[in-house]
């Protein structure tokens, strides 16, 4: 099978062509950002999803998948940019998906469009919409890229789609929302509140995305692994300092004094749970973990030095 991955640079989506690679299919990348020297067999083309030159890549080299790992989640990034690349850049490969032939493409979004908030359920199914904007605006742009993706099954139902929420993630990269947070010596934590969170390790994460690529899954799949865990223990287990703080010293001190900068919004993501239901993409594909989540977090505090 010929895949393209769009976004192949990030360290997740390299994992994944390395994968893809190793089980015999031929890989081709794409990316606005380079990937100097990339392995023998894995082709990448230097270019944005919304320009002709990525088009071109489509119609010339006619890949059967297209895996679109290409979203920009930073949320320090600009923001009118950040939503023209991940809305734009969705629609502009599905475009190029369904003009060109492909046959299947799998979006990888995120579990925490679900939203976080004091009346979410326990466990997260796919049946339900997005809501995390109502909390956390910031997230707009990408809960917009999955919704647009998502309807691309019924709007092309010719079109093999899988729209894939993937928990965090945590591994040698270092890179993700979690291990942004976990960067510093002392993690904060909003005073009266310790949320479960869910995470894989990411070579899990890898494979999983790989087995959907493979299995050509149709529908919405919530990704998950491990047990959910408290944001305590995380914290505590990578060899950190746990730092629970009252809500608004806490907004006042984001970004200063060595504590990450995040959105007013990200608050409500360390206060209240994000748990998904991953019954159905095990069922679909037959995933399953391979890292639990104490060998997860103990590789993690060996990797960072804790």
């Not at 494979?207 to 990704?223: C, D, H, P, W, Y």
């Amino acid at each position: 099978m010929r895949v393209l991955i769009a976004g192949v640079s990030g360290a997740l989506a390299r994992q994944v062509a390395m994968l893809l690679k190793g089980r015999g299919h031929e890989v081709l990348g794409l990316d606005r950002r380079a990937w100097r020297d990339p392995p023998e067999g894995i082709e990448v083309f230097e270019t944005d999803l919304r320009k002709r030159a990525a088009e071109d890549v489509f119609r010339t080299r006619r890949p059967d998948c297209v895996i679109h790992m290409a979203t920009v989640n930073a949320l320090t990034a600009g923001g009118d940019e950040r939503a023209r690349i991940n809305v734009g850049g969705t629609r502009a490969l599905f475009e190029h998906a369904i003009n060109h032939g492909v046959k299947h493409v799998v979006f990888v979004g995120r579990h925490t469009y679900y939203g976080a908030s004091a009346d979410s359920p326990l466990y997260h199914t796919e049946d339900e919409p997005p809501h995390g904007i109502g909390s956390f605006p910031e997230l707009a742009d990408l809960v917009a890229a999955d919704l647009f993706a998502a309807n691309a099954l019924w709007r092309e139902p010719r079109l093999c789609t899988t729209v894939l929420r993937l928990v965090y993630t945590l591994g040698p990269s270092q890179q993700g929302t979690l291990a942004s947070f976990l960067r510093g010596k002392r993690v904060p934590l909003v005073l009266g509140y310790d949320p479960l969170f869910q995470f894989l390790y990411e070579s899990d994460a890898a494979r999983a995305i790989t087995l959907s690529a493979e299995q050509g899954v149709k529908g919405i799949f919530n990704v998950c692994g491990p047990n959910p865990v408290p944001l305590r223990m995380i914290v505590e287990q990578t060899g950190r300092t746990a730092m629970p703080v009252p809500e608004p010293m806490l907004r006042a001190l984001l970004g200063r004094f060595g504590l990450p900068a995040l959105p007013p919004g990200a608050l409500e993501h360390i206060k209240f749970p994000i748990v998904v239901d991953g019954q159905a993409f095990k069922k679909a594909t037959g995933f399953s973990h391979e890292v639990d989540e104490v060998e997860a977090l103990q590789r993690y505090r060996m990797l960072t030095g804790r």
